[in-house]
């Protein structure tokens, strides 16, 4: 049981470059949501899921997009680079939307946009 | 959605208990209590969650006073390994109902030997 798996870790961008953070989860988990965390701040959500086909924005979603077309899978995907997205950011998944339930963190991506 | 208020950092003896406190003043009944910690960077860590009732598990208590407006998580013999970011979260309500988790900056607490 993996739980949830982020790749890459480490990735370095150019300025107007795409690219899609990839996330999956083996836990059969309804709901999934993709965070980003800068120096010396809390965690703050981007994008989440309640299930396969839904999608909803957090408190930061510009600049990115996400889709849901399996419920394993819930990627991450920045259109075109900007320095300000040079953050860490975590993919993460609970059980089901409504329960209160632990949610599972993977071990981030660390991204640098330059 | 309720917001949180806790103390930005925190310092403890090692096998000591931690107490970290946690205001949520705007918090709805059908709403819980959650934490979690984040140690160096890696992905956070559940601990503990809470509705109305004081609520313990292998790792911490959970304390929620009688009107809910704040809490405690209690690590009752704090070890250098719970030095972390410790964050109080409450459930926010986002699409049809389903909850989401929204972080604040959290507290930052330092075990000393």
């Known amino acids: 049981n993996a739980g949830v798996t982020q790749t890459p870790k480490f990735q370095v961008l150019k300025t107007g470059q795409s690219m899609t953070l990839q996330c999956a989860q083996d836990m059969n988990h309804e709901y999934m949501s993709w965070y980003r965390q800068d120096p010396g701040m809390g965690l703050r959500l981007i994008h989440y899921s309640v299930g396969a086909g839904i999608t909803d924005q957090g408190e930061v979603p510009n600049g990115y997009n996400v889709s849901r077309s399996t419920t394993e899978d819930f990627p991450l995907r920045l259109l075109s680079a900007a320095p300000s997205q040079t953050s860490v950011y975590f993919c993460?998944?609970?059980?089901?939307?409504?329960?209160?339930?632990?949610?599972?963190f993977g071990q981030g991506t660390r991204l640098t946009v330059v | 959605d309720a917001k949180t208020t806790q103390p930005p950092s925190m310092d403890c003896a090692e096998g000591r208990a931690a107490n970290l406190p946690c205001n949520h003043s705007t918090i709805s009944g059908n709403e819980y209590v959650y934490w979690y910690r984040q140690i160096h960077s890696q992905g956070p860590q559940y601990i503990i969650h809470g509705l109305k009732n004081n609520e313990t598990n292998e790792m911490a208590s959970l304390i929620i006073t009688e009107d809910r407006k704040s809490s405690t998580l209690i690590l009752p013999h704090a070890t250098l390994r719970d030095t972390a970011v410790y964050y109080c979260?409450?459930?926010?309500?986002?699409?049809?109902?389903?909850?989401?988790?929204?972080f604040g900056k959290g507290t930052k607490l330092t075990v000393n030997p």
């Open positions: 993460a998944s609970k059980i089901n939307p409504f329960s209160g339930a632990e949610a599972f």
């Open positions: 979260i409450v459930r926010a309500t986002g699409q049809g109902g389903s909850e989401k988790l929204v």
